[in-house]
């Protein structure tokens, strides 16, 4: 066990991560030697912040507190702390289950941890993070919780109403991550299009994109997470006018047959959703459009699954992922709708879906070949650089693999010419600058 040591374990969505990120900067105020997701957990403070989104990530979390616990007997680990979304919906039944956690957080008290350990929480720096992705780029969150009343979600169980962040207080935080050298930034919430509902009474997200464009040394703004339902289509001059704004959109749409999508809860339908998608591809030529697809859902047909897939063979989405239902309780479909499609099936359908998908992606990448793209460069490795162009999230879409014939520079733009492509690959060599 290291003396003054903290290990933060994250698990879970990049929301998750900027809660760690905060946390991590006020132990390092107060003197501690902070770790993050190490391969050797020996911290005398361990805190594990967890995900509760669908039954997967709940058993993710619990087997990670089950190891530490284990840890902790043998000495290797001093206190134990547990916070996030897990505990805020279950830390009675967490309390029985984990006697060897020494305390439970739930998704908004976890600043309580400073002033438990007789430490002070700095108000001060109370916007700064210690980042734990690379130097250039950063998850901003902008809003917590969700008003939407999605029959499959169990998130807001966790995160409570919409809260949209001062506007003020998000552009200050730009502003300090722009001054440590941050030149990309991932823009995240539960639903994006309803920032400033809540506050100003309409939708806010056009101009805090604006104004987050304006400050000198953000280069590239990516938006994750749209809602189809009421979209702030003044959000699509903003994304067309300003060149640092990413040609990028994360809606999740989750279904299309309006059967389902009734009784998702959706609040949208397909002729409205099918409208949607067309404005913004006319409104924006050469947008790439990234969403999410849920199949199995209760009472789901093998017509409506058919309907899904047609659709996303005509839609052609540049990026898509796609999950099984999972029934999650307190949920409107856990209450109240049988779990009715075997998981057997669930399975057959998701790899279906993800079959189309690959062939929509593999055609879209062939398109890029012979095109040169501004490009940022994530990393290095071994034989080649991975970098990403302004169509790609980190973590989640695709990656440029640019051959070593010149010395490149992570966090750094090239032009680079793609060569070769795969499904969810592109490679490249950088051209003359």
């Known amino acids: 066990m290291r003396k003054n040591k903290i290990d933060i374990i994250t698990l879970g969505c990049s929301k998750n991560l900027v809660d760690s990120e905060l946390l991590m900067r006020q132990f390092q105020l107060n003197g501690y030697n902070v770790a993050f997701d190490s391969d050797k957990v020996d911290g005398e403070i361990v805190v594990v912040n967890t995900c509760a ?8 979390s619990i087997n990670m507190i089950v190891a530490l616990e284990e840890e902790k007997k ?10 996030g979304c897990l505990p805020e919906r279950f830390e009675n039944e967490m309390r029985q289950e984990l006697p060897l956690v020494d305390k439970f957080y739930g998704k908004f008290n976890w600043k309580n941890i400073i002033a438990d350990l007789g430490k002070s929480y700095y ?20 809003s917590e919780g969700c008003n939407r009343t999605c029959a499959f979600c169990a998130i807001p169980l966790s995160t409570g109403k919409h809260r949209s962040r001062p506007m003020e207080e998000i552009l200050s935080e730009v502003r300090y991550l722009t001054a440590l050298g941050v030149r990309e930034f991932q823009l995240v919430a539960q639903d994006l299009t309803y920032y400033g509902m809540d506050t100003q009474q309409q939708a806010a997200l056009p101009e805090l994109i604006e104004r987050i464009a304006d400050i000198q040394g953000v280069d590239w703004i990516r938006l994750h997470y749209a809602y189809p339902a009421h979209f702030p289509f003044d959000l699509l001059r903003v994304i067309r006018e300003r060149e640092n704004v990413c040609k990028y959109l994360d809606i ?4 299309i047959s309006d059967p389902v999508l009734k009784n998702m809860k ?7 959703t099918v409208e949607l998608i067309e404005r913004i591809r006319r409104e924006i030529p050469g947008i790439h459009l990234r969403t999410t697809m849920m199949v199995g859902f209760p009472g789901e047909t093998e017509a409506d699954f058919e309907t899904l897939l047609r659709f996303v063979s005509e839609m052609r989405f540049e990026r898509l992922g796609a999950f099984a239902y999972s029934h999650e309780s307190g949920t409107y479909a856990f209450q109240h709708l049988p779990d009715d499609v075997p998981d057997e099936i669930k399975q057959e359908r998701l790899d279906r879906l993800m079959q189309v ?15 040169i793209l501004r490009t940022i460069i994530d990393r290095e490795e071994d034989g080649f650089y991975v970098g990403r162009t302004e169509f790609d999230s980190p973590e989640v879409d695709h990656e440029v693999l640019i051959t070593k014939e010149i010395q490149l520079n992570p966090g750094q733009f090239y032009h680079v010419k793609i060569d070769d492509a795969e499904a969810f690959e592109l490679f490249g060599k950088v051209i003359n600058q």
């Open 53 to 60: 989104f669908i039954g997967d990530a709940q058993e993710e």
């Open 74 to 83: 043998k000495g290797r680990i001093g206190q134990l702390y547990v916070m």
């Open 123 to 142: 108000r001060e720096h109370a916007d700064e993070r210690l980042l734990t992705t690379p130097p250039h780029y950063a998850y901003l969150k902008i």
């Open 252 to 255: 999740a749409l989750q279904h």
């Open 266 to 272: 959706r609040h949208v339908n397909r002729h409205d």
């Open 357 to 371: 998908q690959g062939k929509i992606s593999m055609e879209s990448n062939s398109k890029k070949v012979g095109q």
